[in-house]
């Protein structure tokens, strides 16, 4: 409920930004200097303050939904680094979400605008479209199409998003075809838990091996896993872009499946889907039915990092001898709050020299489907994630999402660094499956 000030507000009575969360905010700028669109742009009205003040301003009936107003609610990458710095505990994510929902609700979009976001959502939520889509890149790639279009630049003329997107698919032989993992893996010794994995949508697709290695992680702590069939996306791609019906619709599926499958504990890999499976009680929060139900699975939420770190295994550990450097992504850190886990577990890998990234937690860019619907600006910030980890000597940089994976492979591509990059269950994957073997390198 807004505010009453005798206007009537720009937005309907559904999902709306909640009063009491937008009040919190002091206005005493102390987020400033984390936004990272703020640290680019400069502008009063694209960092969290101006926001809240735009998002008040539309609920109070001063301001309607025009293109400006949406500009700077779409200008936000969604990274929440304002909500770590802010010392009211003003739940940036929460409201920008609703305002959004609101703009998606109220606002149209230019013609090319909607075929993008139609584009989008209806393939990256469906892994089976996504995998036909990809053997068609895969063609497109090896065929010399790829290498023809990128020398003339011509998709770059005919949409900066699409170039992006061609830009993003990782290099031919780079992405190994995506298996099937067993639904249910048993545990190593005793059984310590019965837990659900996520397998995610361009996770499973495109970063296989990364759920491979989750799965043997969490057998290895003695933990029964099982990987639900049935499962589909989680909605955050939608749930970040305001696309509120159809992320509570996969919400509630997704409840429902792991409800089912009868597990203790949800394990997440992707950051940006744990950080809303984590938040399912606020997403269907009118939702009489469901919000008791959604409380119940958020509370069985766990990030691989922060469950693992919690179960206090004596698995021995092999060597694998890398440096490397460890990217916060946004959802994880902000979202989540998990910081200190994945360091802590990759520093016990013996032969592993874990390097500091400066500015580890400045968005690289990614956040979503941000990359794909405003090219240029999260290029600006990709740079900026660039020249940190260029610093380091790294030969590796690993991160919990595969968004900022596929982002940061890309720019290193782009700059010729011989720069691996990963997720850090992979290592620690590596490191328990080295334990097991004679001394020599695991990765080639
Ligand atoms: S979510 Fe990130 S980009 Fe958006 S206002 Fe907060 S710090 Fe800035
Ligand atoms: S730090 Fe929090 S209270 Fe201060 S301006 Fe930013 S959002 Fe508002």
Not at 177 to 191: D, F, H, K, N, Q
Not at 333 to 346: A, C, D, I, M
Not at 409 to 427: C, D, F, Q, S, W
């Amino acid at each position: 409920m807004a505010v009453p000030t005798g206007r009537k507000s720009a937005f309907d009575l559904h999902d709306q930004p909640d009063v009491e969360k937008y009040l919190d905010c002091i206005h005493c700028g102390m987020c400033l200097p984390t936004c990272p669109t703020y640290l680019v742009l400069g502008n009063e009205m694209d960092n969290p303050r101006g926001r809240i003040y735009l998002i008040r301003a539309a609920s109070e009936g001063q301001i309607g939904i025009t293109s400006n107003f949406v500009k700077h609610m779409y200008s936000c990458l969604l990274c929440r680094a304002c909500e770590t710095a802010c010392p009211s505990s003003v739940q940036f994510g929460s409201l920008m979400e609703a305002a959004r929902g609101q703009i998606e609700r109220h606002y149209e979009r230019p013609l090319s605008e909607r075929v993008l976001r139609r584009f989008v959502f209806s393939l990256f939520p469906y892994p089976e479209r996504l995998q036909r889509a990809l053997a068609l890149l895969r063609l497109y790639q090896q065929t010399g199409l790829q290498a023809l279009l990128r020398g003339t630049g011509l998709l770059k003329t005919l949409s900066r998003s699409l170039a992006m997107m061609d830009a993003l698919m990782p290099p031919r032989g780079a992405m190994p075809a995506a298996r099937s993992l067993p639904e249910v893996t048993p545990p190593e010794g005793t059984r310590r838990a019965r837990v659900g994995l996520l397998s995610g949508c361009v996770q499973r697709v495109m970063f296989g091996p990364v759920n491979e290695a989750t799965v043997r992680v969490l057998a290895k702590n003695g933990c029964e896993v099982v990987v639900p069939r049935e499962q589909g996306c989680c909605g955050s791609l939608q749930a970040h872009e305001g696309e509120l019906e159809p992320a509570k619709a996969f919400a509630r599926r997704t409840i429902e499946v792991f409800e089912r499958a009868g597990v203790d504990y949800v394990i997440v890999n992707a950051a940006g889907c744990g950080s809303v499976m984590k938040e399912y009680h606020d997403l269907l929060r009118e939702d009489a039915a469901w919000r008791d139900r959604a409380a119940a699975f958020s509370r069985k939420v766990r990030d691989v990092f922060q469950f693992v770190a919690g179960l206090d295994g004596d698995a021995r550990l092999g060597e694998v001898r890398l440096t490397v450097t460890y990217h916060d992504a946004c959802h994880l850190v902000h979202g989540q709050k998990v910081r200190s886990e994945p360091r802590t577990l990759l520093k016990q890998i013996p032969g592993l020299k874990l390097v500091d990234l400066k500015e580890s937690e400045f968005c690289c860019g990614s956040a979503g489907i941000y990359n794909l619907v405003e090219p240029d600006l999260s290029l600006r910030y990709l740079e900026r994630k660039l020249d940190r980890i260029a610093e380091t000597g790294a030969e590796m940089v690993v991160s919990g999402n595969p968004g900022c994976n596929l982002q940061i492979a890309m720019g290193l591509e782009k700059r010729n660094l011989p720069i691996r990059t990963g997720h850090p269950v992979e290592l620690l994957d590596l490191a328990y499956r080295a334990a097991g073997r004679s001394r020599g390198p695991l990765l080639s």
